[in-house]
């Protein structure tokens, strides 16, 4: 079983940057793929990018350049860098923990806020 926690978020300029946090719980943590989503309000939940567990980052074609996934093991947290933020970055930003040869996300956060005022 692994928990993930959220934070970073909150209110930000248009422009301005964020870091947001996902602390995990459990020992496997090194051995997981790690997802970035978000969710707009009345909008469905959609893919920022990944983190293998080799470091290895992929990222949805709009997001590239702007957002920045890494990790660090030893703290067992994975980080999303946002920079040059937008008002339609306004959402709930999600983390969420792949198996190793996993297919689907199994474990996911609770969420943290972010919100880019114009």
Not at 32 to 57: D, L, V
């Amino acid at each position: 079983q692994v928990q993930l926690v959220e934070s970073g978020g909150g209110l930000v300029q248009a422009g301005g940057s964020l870091r947001l946090s996902c602390a995990a719980s459990g020992r496997s943590f090194a051995s997981y793929s790690m997802g970035w989503f978000r969710q707009a309000p009345g909008a469905e939940r959609e893919y920022i990018g990944k983190i293998w567990s080799s470091g290895t980052t992929a990222y949805t074609d709009s997001m590239k350049g702007r957002f920045t996934i890494s990790r660090d093991n030893a703290k067992n947290t994975v980080y999303l860098q946002m920079n040059s933020l937008k008002p339609e970055d306004t959402a709930v930003y999600y983390c969420a923990a792949q198996k190793p040869m996993g297919s689907q996300y199994e474990y996911w956060g609770q969420g943290t806020q972010v919100t880019v005022s114009s």
